[in-house]
């Protein structure tokens, strides 16, 4: 019985999946098949990619720190500018300073609009101008923005406020000068300045260290540099020898036209003394007039390996001043291990007593924003120059 249940049960399975074959076969075989290719397979529309746009002004940079060079790159201090912003370069490389972005801007095209482009695109310091009136332009722009100004010029009025001056200030180099001679036995002074605002200032800086050296000053004479002018200064100058040192406060090339007459006016063994103008003329040494004059000056050391670095980086040779935008980037570079991209630049940093090293030896701002350097006193001797009195190392806090 049960065997003939299975049996039926079988059947019954078999016809049933039979049945179930059936009805597939024919409703497969009802199905419309349509006549020519298959319909395109249609897939979802894509969004087009729009382009980022392009924005003004140069690239956004969150990573660095955004520092402005001002300085000018075309008309008649083009070749100063181009050296300056070679010298910036050249010390990021050597700094292998990562964290710094330096762009330039061009001052001769306008200082004001390049201050306002600088600022536009982001950067919180600025290392520059050249020309003190540029820097009585921008001061305000900068001021209001809360971005420092380190100015290459040497104008110590434009010095305070946001302000400070990395240039070499006449009067540090007389007062450096004065004071060597005064200790190798030099009591009483003269000396010869030309005629403009330079002249006056340097008068100023003579008479205070002459005075602050426990010497005097017998004769103090102007010229405009007309041959006329020159002979008149000359006598003057001679009524009150003898004296012990002149100061020619003129480029070297100027002071060695003077040089035989104010020996002569002066009486036998007169020494004469010169500015930091003397440093900037690479001929100096040469002019024979100049022999045994004392000037002081940054120390050339670390300058003259960086003259050779240069020119064989740029092919020509550096302008002297250009060792202040390769010190200014020192500078950044230091003050930049705690400044944090995209914040101000952190200005009191700037008052560190310890003072800075670079190129040009040691120096530090004082309270009036303006760089006090270390100098050194040369003297050219038989076609050269020879150090007498090194600068110092550093500065007592």
């Known amino acids: 019985m049960a065997e003939a249940m299975v049996g039926r049960q079988r059947g019954m399975t078999l016809l049933r999946a039979v049945a179930v074959l059936g009805a597939s076969l024919l409703a497969a075989c009802s199905t419309i098949v349509p006549k020519g290719p298959p319909p395109p397979v249609t897939r979802p529309a894509e969004r087009p990619t729009r382009p980022t746009p392009v924005q003004p002004g140069i690239p956004t940079d969150n990573d660095r720190d955004r520092v402005a060079l001002l300085v000018p790159l075309t008309g008649p201090n083009a070749g100063v500018g181009k050296s300056l912003a070679n010298a910036t370069q050249m010390a990021l490389l050597d700094t292998d300073a990562k964290r710094v972005r330096i762009t330039t801007y061009d001052t001769n095209q306008g200082a004001v609009d390049a201050a306002n482009r600088a600022l536009a695109d982001g950067n919180k310091l600025i290392l520059g101008p050249l020309l003190s009136e540029d820097v009585r332009a921008i001061e305000p722009i900068a001021q209001r923005a809360h971005v420092p100004i380190i100015t290459f010029s040497n104008d110590a009025t434009v010095a305070g406020d946001g302000v400070y001056l990395l240039g070499y200030v006449p009067s540090q180099a007389i007062d450096r000068v004065v004071d060597y001679a005064h200790d190798q036995g030099v009591k009483n002074f003269a000396g010869l300045v030309p005629n403009g605002l330079y002249g006056q200032r340097a008068s100023t800086a003579f008479l205070r260290s002459v005075e602050g050296s426990g010497g005097q000053v017998l004769s103090l004479q102007t010229y405009d540099r007309s041959s006329a002018s020159v002979n008149q200064a000359m006598a003057r100058l001679a009524k009150n020898a003898p004296y012990g040192a002149v100061l020619i406060a003129d480029s070297g090339a100027t002071a060695a036209m003077l040089a035989p007459a104010a020996k002569k006016a002066g009486g036998a063994g007169v020494r004469l003394l010169g500015t930091e103008l003397w440093n900037a003329e690479s001929s100096i040494a040469t002019k024979s007039a100049l022999n045994g004059a004392w000037f002081a000056s940054v120390p050339d050391t670390l300058y003259r390996q960086y003259a050779v670095k240069y020119r064989?980086?740029?092919?020509?040779?550096?302008?002297?001043?250009?060792?202040?935008?390769?010190?200014?980037?020192?500078?950044?570079?230091?003050?930049?291990?705690?400044?944090?991209?995209?914040?101000?630049?952190?200005?009191?940093?700037?008052?560190?007593?310890?003072?800075?090293?670079?190129?040009?030896?040691?120096?530090?701002?004082?309270?009036?924003?303006?760089?006090?350097?270390?100098?050194?006193?040369?003297?050219?001797?038989?076609?050269?120059?020879?150090?007498?009195?090194?600068?110092?190392?550093?500065?007592?806090?």
């Open 312 to 397: 064989s980086r740029f092919g020509a040779a550096p302008y002297r001043l250009s060792s202040l935008g390769y010190d200014a980037v020192l500078l950044t570079v230091r003050v930049a291990r705690d400044w944090r991209p995209g914040s101000d630049f952190p200005e009191r940093e700037l008052g560190d007593p310890g003072g800075f090293s670079g190129i040009d030896g040691a120096f530090r701002f004082g309270r009036d924003g303006i760089a006090q350097r270390a100098l050194e006193v040369q003297e050219i001797r038989d076609g050269r120059t020879v150090v007498v009195s090194p600068a110092p190392a550093g500065f007592d806090k």
